[in-house]
């Protein structure tokens, strides 16, 4: 079960890295860092049911609430136009 729901979220990270690289410009690229967090989250919630470890959750936590910080601050930047 978990194979089938990796490769469920496979096709949108690839997706998401190809706007990361290939973006027009830096709000895109912004953008799908944040769409990356969402679903790396999301598989470190697999693994976590997957192996019965409540230590990726943690981890989980963690990366969500970088993430989060890391766009805000992007988003800063962006926003003055250095």
């Given at each position: 079960m978990l194979v089938?729901?990796?490769?469920?979220?496979?096709p949108p990270v690839l997706m998401i890295l190809w706007r990361f690289f290939k973006g027009p410009d830096a709000a895109n690229r912004v953008l799908a860092l944040d769409a990356l967090t969402i679903l790396v989250i999301a598989l470190l919630a697999l693994l976590s049911i997957h192996f019965d470890r409540g230590i990726y959750l943690d981890v989980a936590l963690v990366f969500a609430l970088v993430g989060f910080a890391s766009v805000v601050?992007?988003?800063?930047?962006?926003?003055k136009g250095v």
């Open positions: 089938v729901l990796v490769l469920l979220l496979l601050l992007f988003g800063r930047f962006l926003e």
